[in-house]
């Protein structure tokens, strides 16, 4: 009788497994003299989209103050509310609304309209495949170690090349286990793990 056997490669998995965050949108409402949130956090590569919620009474804007990193949204109004910028770079950027805190007109000035963006580098560790095992009814399993609370994919692979996702599953706990039912019957598989986008 010929024995088929499945293989957990663990070596792709650490080579080819780890995947970044999907990047995020976040928000910040521009109102009368405020943003909220007034100080953000987000990580490299995520967006922040401004948006002014009075842009049918009042104009306001959003610009850098730092130079290193400069941005002007220029009026955002009735035509245009919005402002989107996509942050590459880990550091912490001031900005105001320049029309009201530098207004000609002193009655105009609102020197409290003013926020900051500090962009964190967020360095997940990989996933770690181990304890590889073909159970008794021909399923494959084998345990991941990552983190509680974030989403990994399993995939498999017959050839190393072309990957297909398996299951996606939350972690339930930092080590968890991954079992193929699709495994019954097939001769060689490879598996990786990466985490959710």
Request: aromatic residues 10%; hydrophobic residues 40%; contains cysteine.
């Amino acid at each position: 009788m010929k024995q088929r056997n499945l293989f957990l490669s663990v070596g792709a998995a650490l080579l080819l497994g780890a995947a970044s965050l999907s990047a995020a949108t976040n928000l910040v409402l521009i109102g009368n003299y405020f943003f909220n949130p007034t100080n953000l956090t987000i990580n490299v590569g995520d967006t922040v989209l401004w948006t002014n919620t009075t842009a049918a009474t009042v104009v306001h804007d959003s610009t850098s103050t730092n130079a290193s990193f400069p941005w002007a949204s220029g009026p955002l109004n009735n035509t245009t509310r919005t402002f989107s910028l996509t942050f590459t770079n880990v550091g912490t950027f001031a900005y105001m609304c320049i029309t009201h805190v530098l207004a000609i007109n002193p009655a105009n000035r609102h020197p409290e309209q003013t926020g900051t963006v500090s962009v964190v580098n967020v360095s997940l560790p990989p996933p770690v495949l181990t304890e590889p095992a073909r159970l008794p009814d021909g399923r494959f399993r084998f345990t991941l170690q990552g983190i509680a609370g974030q989403s990994y994919i399993a995939e498999v692979s017959s050839n190393l090349t072309n990957w297909s996702p398996l299951l996606t599953n939350l972690a339930p706990a930092n080590t968890f286990n991954f079992t193929d039912s699709t495994a019954p019957g097939v001769l060689l598989r490879y598996y990786r793990a990466r985490q959710g986008l």
